[in-house]
């Protein structure tokens, strides 16, 4: 079956990406949202950016236009009805997506391929609930999805093989590099990157090294674009704070033990850039500066 109708739901920073890289191939998107206003938020954001790559010259204001038209917006699940494949990302927990899937699965056409694009949640929880587990995998895309290469597709026992070497066809066409992976909490990524994020913290706490100092060792130690505290502070320290939990609970090993100083500043509300401070002030975004956390 040839993928060209494609449902995203949820049009925020990574389903708005999500969206705009899949109409860019040239498919035909429906993205839903749960208001009016949030559709249109997305759908604006997927402007600018093909606005920038037009002033940039890498892409025509007739291809804009064509990739606009490929982009319909909406707030009715019954409109994903004849999507060949849907990716779902939304809010990142567990009993809302299952909610979401109990609903999709009663409308989309039983040859419509799920697709998660969750960093951190179990893949074959979302697709028990559903009547299509063989047809159900993980699609994880990186922030921010038109600049980011690369793309996990995920397996679960379930997943006919089949399906699994259709999305990741699908994954290519987009331009992406597309890594197969299984569904091990964490996947590859997070399993690998976490664990370091946490460390950094934890160097942090016990007073190896100042801010500053752990960042630059490891932007100019290992030639990393940015340093872990930065990065943290860049995915936010909630979501980080979250994924931890979800792999803890999962491996049960201290590596993924959200560290108490990273569990303070969450319950203080310093989740990062988003929320203008983390481990630094972004008073003035240009110019962040390292918070005094001692």
């Not at 969450?266 to 110019?287: H, I, M």
Request: proline residues 4%; charged residues 25%; neutral net charge.
């Amino acid at each position: 079956m040839a993928i060209e109708k494609v449902g995203v739901v949820g049009c925020g920073l990574m389903g708005s990406g999500i969206a705009q890289v899949a109409a860019q191939a040239g498919c035909q998107v429906t993205v839903r949202e749960v208001s009016s206003q949030l559709v249109e938020k997305g759908l604006q954001s997927i402007e600018k950016n093909l606005g920038r790559l037009v002033e940039k010259g890498t892409l025509t204001a007739a291809d804009r236009d064509q990739v606009r038209g490929r982009l319909h917006g909406t707030t009715n699940l019954e409109d994903l009805r004849d999507c060949d494949l849907v990716i779902e990302a939304i809010i990142e927990q567990l009993p809302e997506k299952q909610e979401f899937y109990t609903a999709l699965d009663k409308i989309c056409k039983p040859v419509t391929i799920f697709a998660s694009n969750t960093s951190s949640i179990s893949i074959t929880e979302m697709a028990v609930v559903t009547k299509r587990p063989e047809r159900f995998l993980g699609m994880h895309f990186f922030n921010p999805v038109p600049v980011m290469k690369l793309v996990e597709v995920i397996r679960t026992i379930a997943t006919d093989p089949k399906v699994f070497d259709e999305v990741v066809a699908f994954g290519a066409r987009l331009g992406k590099t597309v890594v197969r992976t299984s569904d091990r909490t964490g996947f590859i990524v997070n399993r690998l990157l976490v664990p370091y994020l946490l460390d950094a913290v934890r160097a942090l706490e016990e007073g190896v090294a100042s801010i500053e100092d752990i960042d630059n060792s490891m932007k100019l130690g290992c030639g990393h674009p940015m340093g872990p505290l930065t990065l943290l502070d860049f995915v936010g320290l909630d979501t980080t704070h979250y994924i931890a939990n979800v792999m803890f609970d999962e491996f049960k090993e201290k590596r993924f033990a959200s560290p108490p100083l990273l569990k303070r500043m969450v319950l203080a509300g310093w989740n990062g850039r988003k929320a203008g401070r983390g481990f630094y002030d972004y008073a003035d975004p240009s110019k962040p500066k390292a918070m005094n956390l001692s």
